[in-house]
């Protein structure tokens, strides 16, 4: 049996007659104009990652209205996905972030007295939007997709004949009115009608049609403000 050695790392030694030099000016200083400079792009960098992703990911919004209480309330902050949408299709379910008609803000008038794209029969939802979208950005619920027929009776959808199960509604709202359309519409391809939870107090597809693929920013699916409400849509 041969014995086990452990060899160990000396220090290198340098050769005998030189001497390491270390030279006055291997290190240089930044001058305040190249540190001023470093800071700028610093800055300029994180401001464009931050717009970069607003534009194209994650987008804070602001409530400012009640239409979706007890959901959110006015001056709650939602984060809404902004990329998701561009891969797939809104759910019904989903709480939205888009752009309504512009008929919904008096951008562009309706047919006749309404907000509405086309003739509204009696009893029916608006089933048609103007043809231009608004500046401003609405919050509401997906309740229905392209191809459904959808009706609402006692503030409740009623999506190709069944009354949909939803708990999140707010039954009555002190300055709002009932605004039932129990005769049914469909939903034109490539479209989403939108409702607010607080069904009374709710401007929403019911009155100015469903909202196009192409006006949905994108998918609200949590909120970080107030602290007490923090949590997944």
């Not at 220090?11 to 030189?18: A, E, F, H, T």
């Not at 959110?72 to 888009?98: A, H």
């Not at 009932?178 to 939903?187: E, S, T």
């Not at 196009?212 to 994108?218: N, S």
Request: include cysteine; proline fraction near 9%; charged fraction near 25%.
């Amino acid at each position: 049996m041969s014995d086990e050695t452990t060899t160990r790392d000396e220090p290198r030694q340098q050769p005998s007659g030189r001497k390491a030099q270390r030279g006055s000016g291997d290190k240089k200083q930044k001058s305040p104009a190249g540190s001023l400079l470093e800071i700028v792009m610093i800055v300029a960098v994180a401001l464009g990652l931050a717009l970069g992703i607003q534009a194209f990911l994650v987008k804070p919004y602001q409530i400012p209205s009640e239409s979706m209480v007890p959901t959110l309330v006015i001056g709650q902050r939602v984060l809404v996905n902004r990329l998701g949408e561009r891969f797939s299709e809104p759910k019904r379910g989903d709480v939205i972030v888009f752009h309504p008609p512009a008929a919904a803000t008096g951008d562009q008038l309706g047919i006749g007295d309404s907000s509405c794209g086309a003739r509204q029969p009696e009893g029916a939802a608006c089933a048609k939007p103007v043809s231009r979208r608004a500046k401003d950005n609405f919050i509401k619920r997906v309740v229905a997709g392209p191809g459904d027929m959808i009706a609402v009776v006692d503030g409740r959808v009623v999506r190709n004949g069944k009354r949909q199960n939803e708990p999140f509604v707010q039954e009555r709202c002190a300055n709002g009115s009932a605004a039932d359309f129990p005769k049914p519409i469909r939903v034109p391809a490539g479209h989403w009608f939108m409702m607010g939870d607080n069904r009374e107090c709710s401007e929403d597809s019911r009155f100015w049609g469903p909202v196009p693929r192409k006006w949905i920013i994108g998918n609200a699916f949590s909120t970080y403000w107030p602290p007490k409400r923090i949590g997944l849509l």
